[in-house]
């Protein structure tokens, strides 16, 4: 397998979640930890990573950072999402590995074991400039996204993608269209896939994407990933089953008590 390095990137300033990064998570045993520091632990049990570094642009994150015990490697406010983020650190820290990993700061139930897979996969598929997983949607996981969506919230991101695996489009809305009035039977035999927030770049076509502007597409779903398909990049999606937990992002305060009961039921500290 290549050698790939983990990044987080963290910002402070989110329209609907302020100082997310520094937002506080309690464990199985009632112990609050930062979701930064929750992402952060995620990472390191990840094997084979030739190392991990937090990438942000303030200071509390980057303090709460090295309280921790965590390295940071300070990036420009003008980045627009975590991919030009990952881009800027990449050229900070020099040729640390050929695959950058992406884990987003905001998905501490991400599982680890992932990352290697997509790195796999990247090995497997040299025409492809990045990877990343979709899960299934468990009749829970997809409960809770219609919640989000009839109350007005943006909830998780769905993924779309071909028998091969090519990526054909991402939305924060559910894709497929399942209709306002269908039943949960129904929804849950449409095939709907979470996308995951974990990305697996070439540092090649981490440079590509940098150099380039935002999609149209991209700008209007608030979603960086669609770039690389407006540039007829190839994002291979690695399908999976669910997962026995929902990998549920915080995206919203709401989500923080969901996060918190999957967090005590699988037992993590």
């Not at 199985?28 to 990438?55: D, F, H, T, Y």
């Not at 950058?100 to 290697?116: C, E, R, T, Y």
């Not at 489009?169 to 039943?183: E, Q, V």
Request: aromatic share 6%; charged share 20%; glycine share 8%.
């Amino acid at each position: 397998m290549s050698p790939f390095a983990i990044l987080i990137p963290a910002r402070y300033a989110s329209t609907r979640f302020p100082g997310k990064p520094l937002a506080t998570l309690r464990g199985a045993e009632g112990n609050p930890k930062s979701l930064i520091q929750r992402s952060w632990e995620c990472a390191m049990g990840v094997a084979g990573a030739v190392g991990v570094w937090v990438a942000t642009d303030d200071e509390r994150i980057a303090d709460a950072v090295a309280a921790f015990g965590g390295q940071v490697v300070m990036t420009s406010p003008d980045c627009a999402n975590g991919t030009e983020r990952c881009a800027e650190a990449i050229d900070w820290l020099g040729p640390v590995a050929p695959i950058v990993v992406n884990l987003q700061g905001d998905a501490p139930l991400s599982p680890a074991a992932l990352i290697p897979r997509l790195v796999e996969r990247l090995d497997e598929q040299p025409e492809a400039a990045m990877a990343t997983p979709a899960v299934r949607c468990a009749p829970s996981t997809l409960a809770h996204l219609r919640a989000d969506a009839a109350a007005g919230r943006v909830g998780g991101t769905t993924a779309m993608f071909s028998r091969s695996g090519r990526a054909l489009y991402f939305s924060k809305r559910i894709l497929p269209y399942l209709g306002d009035d269908a039943s949960e039977a129904t929804a849950a035999a449409a095939n709907v896939h979470l996308h995951l927030g974990l990305y697996a770049y070439r540092v090649e076509a981490l440079r590509r994407y940098a150099s380039v502007p935002p999609a149209a597409f991209e700008q209007a779903e608030g979603l960086e990933q669609l770039r690389f398909l407006d540039q007829d990049e190839i994002v291979s999606v690695v399908a999976v089953p669910p997962l026995g937990w929902d990998p549920i992002e915080l995206n919203n305060p709401s989500d923080v008590p969901v996060i918190e009961q999957v967090l005590a039921a699988r037992g993590i500290l």
